[in-house]
């Protein structure tokens, strides 16, 4: 049995109740590591109950969970990778990256309508959790959920919703891998697990397209040695 729940809702009396009941992962919807930006979005928890609680999580045998969320309310880039960092310190099993959706009759929409809030573009989301994505690979924690699984289209007002949004993070993160080791222009193979031969590909084959565009002409092959990740070009004649 999973749970979600606030950091400030965990207790050591909580924790016996849910060992009790058969709770084996506990995740909190930590958000952000930045006071400041806690207090500005009304989350009502500080940084400090987000490490207090998910040590006591561990202590208790649980296995933890962290989520954070991108394109805050006055928080940019540099205050998600901060954010990032300390969930590395905290070092979850799983971590789970939202990027912030304006929805209808939320206090956020009234800040949207007031041009007070800009939510992130699509791309902007896309670069910024392909950069958290490797970060938390690196760290060996499993990123389990990148993007909402959904939404009402009534609901939606605005910011970087796709429903494929994960894919199009980790092709990201195969174009910039393609592109450092792409140097003469020229035809290649670029090899990849068989798994992740559609993300280096890209939706409607937009990294082939790109590739194409600054003079790489490549194909793309699978080869089951390679990781998550990994790529290795190899020039054709």
């Given at each position: 049995i999973r749970v979600s729940t606030r950091p400030d809702a965990i207790d050591k009396d909580v924790l016996e109740t849910l060992k009790n009941y058969g709770v084996t992962a506990i995740e909190l919807g930590a958000q952000s590591m930045d006071d400041d930006v806690l207090l500005d979005n009304r989350r009502g928890h500080t940084s400090d109950d987000v490490r207090r609680a998910s040590a006591l999580i561990k202590e208790y045998g649980f296995e933890?969970?962290?989520?954070?969320?991108?394109?805050?309310?006055?928080?940019?880039?540099?205050?998600?990778?901060?954010?990032?960092?300390?969930?590395?310190?905290?070092?979850?099993?799983?971590?789970?990256?939202?990027?912030?959706?304006?929805?209808?009759?939320?206090?956020?929409?009234?800040?949207?309508?007031?041009?007070?809030?800009?939510?992130?573009?699509?791309?902007?989301?896309?670069?910024?959790?392909?950069?958290?994505?490797?970060?938390?690979?690196?760290?060996?924690?499993?990123?389990?959920?990148?993007?909402?699984?959904?939404?009402?289209?009534?609901?939606?007002?605005?910011?970087?919703?796709?429903?494929a949004f994960s894919e199009l993070c980790q092709s990201k993160i195969y174009l910039e891998k393609a592109q450092n080791l792409l140097t003469v222009q020229g035809k290649y193979t670029i090899y990849v697990n068989k798994s992740s031969v559609s993300k280096m590909i890209g939706q409607s084959r937009c990294n082939i397209d790109t590739?194409?565009?600054?003079?790489?002409?490549?194909?793309?092959?699978?080869?089951?040695?390679?990781?998550?990740?990994?790529?290795?070009?190899?020039?054709r004649a």
């Open positions: 933890l969970g962290l989520q954070m969320m991108t394109g805050l309310y006055t928080d940019n880039d540099e205050g998600a990778k901060f954010t990032a960092n300390e969930f590395v310190k905290i070092n979850p099993k799983t971590v789970r990256i939202y990027p912030t959706i304006v929805l209808r009759d939320t206090d956020l929409a009234a800040l949207y309508s007031d041009n007070k809030y800009k939510p992130q573009t699509l791309n902007d989301a896309v670069s910024l959790c392909a950069k958290l994505l490797i970060m938390y690979k690196n760290a060996d924690i499993n990123v389990i959920r990148l993007g909402l699984h959904s939404i009402e289209n009534d609901a939606y007002i605005s910011g970087p919703w796709h429903p590739l194409a565009q600054q003079g790489y002409i490549c194909d793309v092959k699978a080869d089951d040695k390679l990781k998550d990740y990994q790529i290795i070009v190899e020039r």
